[in-house]
């Protein structure tokens, strides 16, 4: 019983699948469900006038009269017109689902984005839940139509089949019930392994991921001068294949285990039609029933043992539909982060931003990244954070900006926790560039007009921020400037080298007027020493009333800051300006001195 409630469990979703569509067109639905009703009814209708065709054409051969030839005549025009009928309403429901089919698929696909947009950094970065969303995504748009579709198939074949049953209980209630009987092996067959292929496909989300990531090594421009270059391409074609292999061996399989068993059970449908095929015709000869009754009873008990199966086969589809939808919807209920305070300002402005004994972990991960991180930035100050890659630099931003919660600790704004913070007012006051910036296929002011989304299309703050990030020769140099296409993906697109594309992220981030703490990741990694020295030196004269903090890897522009971080293994292990850590005479003395040996 258990077993049975769990599997019936799962049609719990054709109702919000209904309840989707509904919402999403009214009058699509409408016409969907009476479209439905009129094609459910009419197969019988037309079977009936039929019989009154065949008799009538009998009786008027047997008679000569012209009645009985007008009324046979007048049964073929009302057939006719009755076809014509039924072949308008199956085009109509044609439509529908088409026109449904386009607009539920891109309803489905927004609600996913949207949902997306409600999770975290952390959830984004879990390998289960890419699993779970690559799961959703694959055929949630088209899933809910197939499920609305298939309840209407049902709807429609129940209605026939009613109809049907209608007619062959004036033969004989035995030839219903074989009806019946007579479709159930097939049925079992499809719910089976309309289950196992359910199975198939959720274990397979991390072997899809792969198949999708190992194609856009292949076919990506930004990965093609390494992918050509190393000659990488047979070996990610080869793991490409090989995962293919694997999935189409179980596909293959799951194919033929279905089609062997669903036609071997199947000809028990065929047993049973013929045998009442055979007992109609006994009956007409017989005298029992006419000839229009034998031919009418022969097309009902056919377009019957159809309908049933149609029915099962709609069930076990539902079945499958319902399974996939779980997919759907198990994403969709991902809980969201509780939403954080509505505060937009701190109490203490001029205390400024301090971190109070922050510690965190990555999930998953074993170790902390940052451990009892304190220190202390006041309005206008000027931080740099130094120290070798995994050192905690970058999550000390992560955490700044919200992206991430510390496990203790706290970090501290204006006086005010920022867990207190409403994101929006929050934001607005950070200007940030990350070291791995997108790269966004946009114009050249959209890619700047991105760091401050409200201002996006404002071309004089573009301009002013170009001026201010120093990508202003960059762009005057593009055919187009400010209106360029940047990257390959779309025609007549340009791409920059990745120094130009630094100044372009680097100017993103002086689009945010009111930002009063400004962070640079490793922006300038990819331009010159020279060129690096004008950029540092620019945004210590920009950022005079601003809070700024710094990463770099070049002790020449970290010694320009007012305070001055040594991380190593997620902890501070020096602290102060330039001066006191070089007469300190220890890592920081030692890294600056190995370094500036390079220069000389």
């Not at 799961?135 to 197939?146: C, D, G, M, Q, T």
């Not at 189409?248 to 095929?277: M, N, P, Q």
């Not at 002790?555 to 070089?582: P, Y």
Request: net charge neutral; charged share 20%; glycine share 10%.
């Amino acid at each position: 019983m258990a077993s049975l409630a769990q599997s019936l469990s799962v049609f719990a979703y054709t109702t919000r699948a209904l309840a989707l569509v509904w919402s999403t067109s009214r009058r699509l639905t409408v016409a969907l469900a009476s479209l439905t009703v009129v094609a459910g009814l009419l197969p019988a209708a037309i079977a009936w006038v039929g019989k009154l065709i065949v008799d009538g054409v009998v009786a008027a051969s047997r008679s000569g009269t012209d009645a009985d030839l007008h009324a046979a005549l007048a049964a073929i025009a009302l057939e006719a017109g009755l076809v014509v009928v039924l072949a308008a309403a199956q085009r109509g429901l044609s439509v529908c689902q088409s026109l449904l089919r386009a607009l539920l698929g891109h309803r489905v696909n927004v609600i996913i984005l949207e949902k997306a947009l409600t999770l975290s950094l952390e959830q984004f970065e879990d390998s289960e839940f890419y699993d779970r969303l690559t799961r959703a995504r694959r055929e949630a748009s088209s899933r809910p139509l197939s499920l609305v579709n298939r309840t209407f198939a049902l709807a429609q074949n129940g209605l026939s089949l009613i109809s049907y049953g209608g007619l062959l209980l004036g033969f004989s209630g035995w030839i219903v019930l074989a009806l019946a009987l007579a479709a159930l092996p097939a049925f079992i067959v499809e719910a089976r392994y309309s289950g196992e292929a359910f199975r198939l496909f959720s274990w397979r989300a991390p072997e899809t991921r792969e198949q999708a990531y190992l194609e856009t090594l292949v076919a990506r421009e930004d990965y093609a001068k390494e992918v050509k270059l190393f000659d990488l391409g047979p070996l990610f074609l080869g793991r490409y294949r090989s995962i293919f292999d694997k999935l189409y061996g179980e596909d293959k399989s799951l194919t033929l285990r279905r089609g062997i068993w669903g036609f071997a059970l199947g000809l028990v449908s065929t047993a049973a039609f013929y045998g009442a095929y055979g007992w109609i015709a006994w009956a007409a000869v017989a005298g029992t029933i006419t000839l229009g009754g034998m031919t009418m009873y022969v097309m009902v008990f056919k377009q019957g043992q159809s309908a049933f199966a149609a029915m099962l086969s709609s069930i076990g589809g539902m079945y499958e539909d319902n399974l996939y939808l779980s997919n759907l919807y198990s994403f969709l209920e991902q809980p969201t982060p509780a939403s954080a305070g509505r505060a937009t300002a701190g109490p203490d402005p001029a205390d400024g931003l301090r971190f109070e004994d922050v510690t965190f972990t990555y999930p998953g991960a074993d170790r902390p990244a940052v451990t009892n991180v304190s220190f202390h930035l006041p309005p206008g100050g000027k931080l740099a954070l130094v120290g070798e890659n995994g050192s905690g630099k970058t999550t000390l931003i992560k955490l700044l900006t919200r992206l991430y919660q510390p496990d203790s600790g706290r970090v501290v704004l204006d006086g005010l926790d920022l867990r207190e913070w409403d994101a929006g007012a929050l934001l607005g006051r950070i200007g940030v560039i990350f070291q791995d910036f997108v790269r966004y296929q946009l114009t050249v002011g959209e890619n700047i007009g991105v760091g401050e989304v409200g201002a996006l299309a404002e071309r004089g703050r573009w301009e002013d921020a170009a001026d201010k990030g120093l990508a202003r020769p960059v762009i005057d140099a593009l055919p187009e400037g400010f209106d360029t296409q940047l990257g390959r993906w779309f025609k007549n697109g340009r791409e920059l080298s990745m120094g130009q594309w630094q100044k372009i992220a680097l100017s993103r981030a002086f689009m945010r007027e009111g930002a009063d703490i400004l962070i640079l990741d490793e922006p300038t990694a990819a331009v010159d020493a020279a060129a690096e020295a004008q950029i540092f030196e620019r945004f210590r004269a920009l950022t005079a009333d601003q809070m700024a903090i710094l990463i770099s890897h070049r002790f020449s522009t970290v010694r320009m800051a007012d305070q001055i971080i040594v991380m190593e293994g997620g902890r501070i292990v020096e602290q102060g300006t330039h001066e006191s850590l070089m007469a300190l005479d220890a890592r920081y003395a030692r890294l600056f001195s190995l370094q500036a040996q390079g220069y000389r």
